[in-house]
């Protein structure tokens, strides 16, 4: 694993890192006491995923790029420009939850202001949808390009394949990753895919196809860099996987236990990116011990705060049923 000021990234700027994989762990937390005392009907986690959601959203424009993500990529869309509270308030269902008004399911990430693409509960949906925004911005002859996300089973849906397939012909600028955490809820990767590695369907397609480990956020931020910049350059689309851990059940509805065996839960603590990410700033030279904590209680605090604000939100109204939806 590279150093990681083989980033090129400032000092501050990796702190920022460090800050916002803590942000995405806590609040996934926060939002699991939220269903486990009954003040949120759900909710389906990305722990184990947070550095690599980090390393990838980093790698873009933020601030005119498009992301269309799946339910895991809460941290990335943190880093996207979202808030806690933004989040706690799906969870809540509020009326002013940006992401759908309360009419979606939690973890449905979407952001108008943001240009966060609100998704499909069937999975994959959002990955035409990226090779058409990315369609839009080559006809515009726009800078902007996409970055959309799924995971590994969800990847062999039909229109994955098409997806990737136009985004070829046309040499859009679309970033695809695939966030490969070994299971698709109950069912492992040997039972979904023939292939070793997912990242061969780049090439099947016509651009390049890496596989990264998403706990080296190096390789991970790098990667993403480079796709980013040939899709902005004009040199077309690139498929990422990134190998995550899942340290939870699949959703709050799902106990892993039933199919995971106890050694493998007990191996998948040494994969947890926070644990391994933490070390590293600390032996590094980044942050102290001390830093730290300072850190953890501050985000503890912002948590606290956002929870109490989006509680404090009113529902939707019953006369505003037909409002937010399509038709
Ligand atoms: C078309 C479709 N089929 C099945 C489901 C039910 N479903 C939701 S998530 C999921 C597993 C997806 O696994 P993967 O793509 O590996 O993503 P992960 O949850 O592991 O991040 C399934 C089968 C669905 N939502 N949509
Ligand atoms: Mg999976």
Redo the contacts with the bound molecule.
């Keep these: 694993m590279e150093k990681l000021e083989q980033s090129g990234l400032s000092k501050e700027e990796l702190i920022t890192v460090f800050k916002q994989v803590l942000m995405g762990r806590r609040l996934d937390e926060r939002l699991w006491q939220l269903t486990r005392i009954g003040k949120s009907s759900f909710n389906?986690s990305g722990q184990g995923?947070e550095l690599a959601q980090v390393a990838m959203a980093m790698a873009f424009e933020t601030d005119k790029d498009y992301f269309l993500p799946?339910?895991?990529d809460m941290t990335a869309c943190l880093v996207w420009g979202m808030t806690p509270k933004d989040i706690i308030m799906a969870s809540f269902g509020k009326d002013a939850d940006p992401n759908s008004h309360g009419r979606q399911m939690p973890n449905h990430y979407g952001s108008k202001e943001h240009r966060i693409v609100s998704h499909s509960?069937?999975?994959?949906?959002q990955m035409p949808l990226a090779t058409g925004v990315a369609y839009a911005a080559q006809l515009e002859n726009a800078d902007y390009i996409a970055l959309t996300t799924?995971?590994?089973?969800?990847?062999n849906?039909g229109e994955v394949q098409e997806a990737m397939n136009f985004a070829g012909v046309k040499k859009l600028p679309v970033v695809f990753v695939i966030?490969?955490?070994?299971?698709?809820?109950s069912?492992g990767t040997r039972e979904?895919y023939a292939n070793e590695d997912f990242s061969h369907r780049g090439p099947a397609y016509g651009f390049p196809g890496y596989t990264v480990d998403g706990n080296d956020f190096v390789a991970a931020y790098k990667a993403c860099k480079e796709a980013a910049d040939r899709a902005r350059s004009g040199e077309g689309p690139t498929l990422i996987e990134l190998v995550v851990a899942?340290l939870t059940s699949?959703?709050a509805d799902d106990d892993q236990s039933i199919y995971r065996s106890e050694e493998e839960l007990t191996e998948l603590k040494e994969k947890d990116p926070l644990a391994a990410f933490t070390k590293q700033m600390i032996d590094q030279g980044y942050l102290t011990e001390e830093e730290i904590e300072e850190i953890e209680e501050k985000i503890k605090q912002e948590i606290n705060e956002a929870t109490d604000a989006a509680e404090a939100e009113a529902d939707p109204s019953a006369d505003s049923l037909y409002d937010q939806v399509w038709a």
């Design positions: 389906i995923a799946y339910y895991r509960s069937t999975v994959s949906t799924t995971g590994e089973g969800s990847a849906q966030e490969n955490n070994g299971y698709a809820i069912v979904q899942r699949h959703s």
